[in-house]
């Protein structure tokens, strides 16, 4: 069976240190992979996804950058935070063809202080 | 970009009643998706949509495709305590999902 796992799960940070949240998935190949933000209260934004190995789609302008360095790992980075970049941040797959499912990790929790 | 307009935002009801939620849109989407979140958890797929006029069940939980494509509802029936949690509707089309804002729900014993 296939399963997403994304860590730290909960991450305090200072404004203007670096950030990378890990996530991997086993059990599948060639998956496609997304990074969403959520506020508090609100809905799921989605931050970037990924098709393949290195090719990576930015949703919206930020300070977070995304890379794909295997077929199964997805990397969420900064190099220097804000405080609005705190928030809870999710990891998801969805099968390459066709489905619209998406499978999400547990979820890290970052604050910017 | 696309919206989705979900509501009511917040429900508050007793154990064993039943719930409706729903979510529409001013975009056509292809599949419909409702999700529910636990606290500190990621999103949980419920139910998936393909089909305008779909109805789908999940044991209490029944979700429908609306014909016009531009809205979906959720239903979950004689609601238990383990039901609490925030549901998001999710629009599928051209190949990006947009979700809702979500439906917090609160069930009193």
């Known amino acids: 069976s296939q399963t997403i796992h994304q860590w ?3 991450l305090v940070q200072p404004v203007g240190s670096p950030l990378s949240l890990e996530c991997t998935v086993e059990g599948t190949s060639n998956p496609n ?3 969403y933000r959520q506020a508090a209260g609100r809905g799921l934004q989605l931050l970037f996804y990924s098709v393949g190995i290195g090719q990576i789609s930015s949703e919206v302008p930020q300070n977070l950058s995304a890379s794909r360095p295997q077929d199964r790992q997805f990397i969420l980075s900064s190099k220097k935070l804000l405080l609005s970049d705190s928030g809870f941040y999710l990891c ?5 063809e066709g489905r619209a499912e998406l499978f999400f990790g547990e979820g890290s929790r970052l604050t910017v202080l | 970009g696309q919206q989705l307009n979900q509501s ?19 975009s ?6 409702w999700y529910k979140q636990d606290p500190g958890e990621g999103p949980v797929l419920l139910i998936a949509l393909y089909k305008a006029g779909e109805l789908t ?3 209490r939980l029944t979700a ?11 239903n ?4 238990i305590p383990s039901d609490v949690g925030i549901y998001f509707c999710a629009g599928r089309g051209a190949g990006k999902s947009t979700f809702g804002d979500g439906t917090t729900l609160t069930v009193k014993p």
């Open chain 2, 57 to 59: 069940s999940n044991g």
């Open chain 1, 8 to 10: 730290p799960a909960t």
């Open chain 2, 8 to 26: 009511p935002q917040s429900m508050f009801i007793q154990e064993g009643e039943d719930v409706s939620m729903n979510c529409t849109s001013s």
């Open chain 2, 76 to 79: 979950i029936s004689a609601s």
């Open chain 2, 64 to 74: 429908q495709f609306g014909i016009t494509r531009k809205d979906s509802f959720l």
């Open chain 2, 28 to 33: 056509i989407f292809n599949t419909w998706l």
């Open chain 1, 92 to 96: 998801a797959w969805s099968v390459r």
């Open chain 1, 33 to 35: 992979l997304y990074w």
